[in-house]
């Protein structure tokens, strides 16, 4: 009984034949070797950044889409003080002005946007002290029903910042570590940057009476 041989006879393969073959084989082997070094991994941690970087800016867009109607209602408070309103709506076209690119989530970009951010923030918080000399103001249902959504997305922003800087950090960690820094650096994985906590802030931003 006579078995057939399925060895390969590498000398009868044509040399066009064979190029293709060795290509394959150097993309196969590229491939396996980027796995290997993280490079998928990268790519998933780099888009849950970016996922999350799309929640902050929802929650912050939600507070500023609150603040018109707040100061409206506001306003409708006698002698209630100007110039503390001028500064919230101020401090508001600042802070929606300020826009990151998703994929340029650098520590210069993220530390303008909080800047920005943290400005408004100073600013309701100094409307929210001048509310208590307006009893009238503090019993408006509509009033305190505003204030009641705008203290619920506070607390929201500081949920989504403190997850942005939690996939941030394992992003930053995985591109750092070896030998995955040399796959970041080939393919253009850069640091991205976090929400700084501010001089003496441990908490979200106080807006209650």
Known sequence: MKFESYAVNWHKIKPKSMKKILYILIAFTAVTSLSSCGYNSMVQLDEQVTSQWGQVQNVYQRRADLIPNLVASVKGAANFEKETLTQVIEA???ATSVQVDPSKLTPEAIQQFQASQSQLSSALGRLMVVVEKYPDLKANQNFLELQSQLEGTENRISVERMKFNEVTGQYNTKIRSFPNNMTA???????KG????????????????
């Open 92 to 94: 508001r076209a600042k």
């Open 185 to 191: 650096g080939l393919f253009g994985f850069e640091k």
């Open 194 to 209: 976090y929400f700084q906590a501010e001089a003496g802030a441990n908490k979200a931003p106080q807006v209650a009476f």
